[in-house]
């Protein structure tokens, strides 16, 4: 696709779920810039919810239509109210579908800083001595999991 021109490789990447577009942004810089086209978004946006969604929830200047999916999206599987959820070893605080707040990570501060070191040749300032995570990250890491063992046994109750 190197060679064919960028409104050719939109017309393609129009087919795409929303899944595989956000996929395409992770090959190189050219599709990460034409995946993220605010055209794409917004007809997969319309796809999904239809017309008048999109009209009532239309972004605003500095949002995209990629942001105002990405919302959209994240209210549906985890709802409107304040809830705690957990993206792979990272929680996150949510409100109405926007992150409000990250609230760490699982991982152990020495491992994500030796990830850090050998994958971007960084050097962490952070001292050795520092403890890894407060009491509040510890309870907010426990309602985390607690929430989404709770949601896992709502699930199968309901089957």
Request: aromatic letters at 10%.
């Amino acid at each position: 696709m190197e060679g064919l021109p960028a409104d050719l490789c939109l017309k393609i990447f129009c087919w795409l779920d929303h899944q595989n577009l956000a996929s395409a942004q992770l090959v190189c810089r050219k599709w990460r810039v034409l995946a993220s086209d605010n055209a794409l978004w917004s007809n997969t946006f319309k796809e999904r919810w239809g017309d008048d969604n999109a009209t009532f929830y239309a972004p605003v200047h500095p949002k995209s239509w990629k942001d105002v999916y990405v919302v959209q999206h994240r209210c549906d599987r985890v709802g409107l109210g304040l809830k705690i959820i957990r993206e792979g070893d990272d929680y996150y605080l949510i409100y109405q579908g926007e992150i409000q707040r990250h609230l760490g990570s699982r991982i152990p501060e020495t491992r994500a800083l030796d990830s850090l070191t050998s994958e971007k040749g960084y050097l962490g300032t952070k001292s050795e001595e520092e403890p890894c995570s407060s009491i509040l990250d510890r309870i907010l890491f426990f309602i985390g999991d607690l929430e989404a063992a709770s949601l896992h046994a709502k699930r199968s109750r309901l089957q």
